[in-house]
Structure formats: C-alpha cells, structure tokens
C-alpha cells in the first residue's frame, strides 16, 4: 500500500512534535529517562506563552483540565517535580501579589526559547517571543502597585 508524502503543513507538525519530546525528556537519579513533556504540559505551556501571568483557575478552563491535572503539569514543567525530581524548567509559579492563596504562570527564559523554536517551526522563519519571564513582569512594580499587578494579570 503507497501512502503520499507528508505536506508541508503535516511535516511542520511532525518537527514540533519531536523538539517537544525532546525538551521533555529529563534524566532520573537511576539513570533512567523519563518524558515529561505529555500533551497537556505542551498545551499549559503555550496557553502560559499566550497569556504570562495567568492563574491556575484560568488555565484550567482554558485547557480544560481540572486544577490536580494543572497542579501535576505545572510541577513538572516547572524547576523540580515531584519526588524532588528535576522538572522542565519551562515555567515559574509565582503567589500572585493579590491573592496569596492563588498561583499564577509565567515562562521561564528557557520556556520562552522553547517556545519561540515551536513557534519558528511552524512559520518556517527565526522567531523570538517576548512574553516577559515572571521577574521581567514583576520589575518596576513597587508595594502600592500590587493591586495594579493583579488587576492586569486577570
């Protein structure tokens, strides 16, 4: 049976997909490797590189996933997972300045190149996002301005 050679547009998809296997790949203290990167974390992360700031309770509903599920990605995606294995260093949680009890996300450094390769893949030229990293969000905003912060994060 002949298949017909991938488009352009299928082949695109297939190069995202391997470079997001490949950052989410994460070597265990027994040596063992393990994929971190499931299609879920893939999508907390760009729904993160879309909206930098966003909180726990809205990235749930725009992934459609209930809070454990964002909670567990957002572990991992994060600098350690749990067991105090090494997560993906993509994404930084922070207690937003408002309301203590409640997290929100932005892209680490690494996150944003992660991202910004993703999204070079798919236009076919070098992009470089500028979704501003938790500590470039928070720079410039003194104690007075932490309802100002909060009202734009929402």
Do not use: C
């Amino acid at each position: 049976m002949s298949h017909p050679a991938p488009s352009i547009e299928v082949a695109k998809l297939i190069r995202i997909t391997r470079a997001a296997r490949h950052a989410g790949n994460v070597k265990r203290e027994d040596g063992r490797w393990l994929d971190l990167m499931t299609p879920h974390a893939l999508q907390i992360v760009l729904e993160v590189a879309q909206r930098p700031g966003i909180n726990m309770k809205q990235l749930g509903a725009a992934a459609g996933l209930a809070h454990a599920s964002i909670s567990r990605n957002l572990m991992a995606l994060g600098e350690r997972h749990r067991r105090d294995m090494p997560g993906l260093g993509l994404i930084e949680t922070i207690d937003d300045p408002q309301e203590y009890r409640r997290k929100v996300a932005f892209l680490t450094r690494k996150g944003r190149t992660f991202v910004s390769e993703l999204v070079s893949i798919q236009l076919g030229e070098k992009v470089t996002l500028s979704a501003p990293t938790a500590v470039e969000f928070l720079s410039g905003w003194g104690g007075d301005d932490r309802s100002t912060l909060s009202k734009s994060m929402s």
